[in-house]
C-alpha cells in the first residue's frame, strides 16, 4: 500500500501511498519477477534498470525519467517528463479536497512558496465553477476542462478554439470517447 521513494528529486526520501490500482500493478509486476525466478525480499530493488551495464541495479531518477522522455516521443508527446507528472499530481490532490500541507508533503515538494502556485491555481478553478453555479448557467465545465490536463495544455486547446474560430470543445465529447487529448493534440499541431 505504501512505496518508499529513496531517490527523489530533492534528494529526500518520501513514502507515497498507492492507489488500489497502483497496488495491483506493482503485484502482477513482482508475480512476474518471481515467475523469472527472482527471489524478492523487502530490500530488493521495485523498479530495475535494464540499461546496459546497470542492469538489475535499482532504476535511478534519471532512469525514469529517461524512460518517461522515450515513452512521451513513441505517444507523439515532444518534452514529456516525470515532473510533468508531478506537477498534475500535485493538482488533482487539491482538486479532490486534500490539505494542501497533506498534499505538499505527499509530492515532496519542500518550499510551501513554489506549492502555493497549485493551490492559487485550484482556488481560481473553484470560484469560476462556483461563480457558474451561483448563476445557475450551467457553463463550468463548458470548455475542455479533462482532469487530466494541464493548465498549460487547456490554455493551448482554448486558443485553438478562438484562433480556428471552432466550438469549444465539451467534458462531454471527452467522456463519451468521441476524442481524445492525444488525438486532438496531433491533428492541431
Not at 16 to 31: D, H, N, R
Not at 46 to 59: A, F, M, T, V
Not at 77 to 84: G, K
Amino acid at each position: 500500500r505504501l512505496v518508499t521513494l529513496t531517490e527523489t528529486k530533492n534528494k529526500q526520501p518520501r513514502i507515497v501511498p498507492l492507489s488500489e490500482a497502483g497496488q495491483q500493478a506493482i503485484q502482477t509486476y513482482l508475480e512476474w519477477r518471481r515467475g523469472q525466478g527472482e527471489v524478492l525480499t523487502p530490500e530488493s530493488p521495485l523498479i530495475l534498470s535494464h540499461h546496459q551495464g546497470w542492469e538489475g541495479d535499482r532504476l535511478s531518477y534519471h532512469g525514469i525519467y529517461f524512460a518517461v522522455e522515450r515513452i512521451g516521443e513513441l505517444a507523439g508527446l515532444p518534452d514529456l517528463h516525470p515532473h510533468q507528472f508531478r506537477h498534475t499530481g500535485a493538482t488533482e490532490l487539491l482538486r479532490m479536497g486534500m490539505d494542501p500541507a497533506h498534499a505538499r508533503l505527499l509530492t515532496g515538494h519542500t518550499d510551501e512558496r513554489s506549492f502555493k502556485r497549485y493551490v492559487l491555481a485550484v482556488e481560481q478553478e473553484a470560484a469560476i465553477q462556483a461563480y457558474y453555479r451561483l448563476k445557475g448557467e450551467g457553463k463550468a465545465e463548458a470548455v475542455v476542462y479533462a482532469k487530466s490536463l494541464s493548465r498549460q495544455q487547456r490554455q493551448l486547446l482554448i486558443a485553438m478554439a478562438e484562433l480556428t474560430q471552432m466550438q469549444p470543445l465539451h467534458q462531454e465529447d471527452f467522456e463519451k470517447g468521441e476524442i481524445s487529448f492525444e488525438q486532438l493534440w496531433q491533428a492541431e499541431l
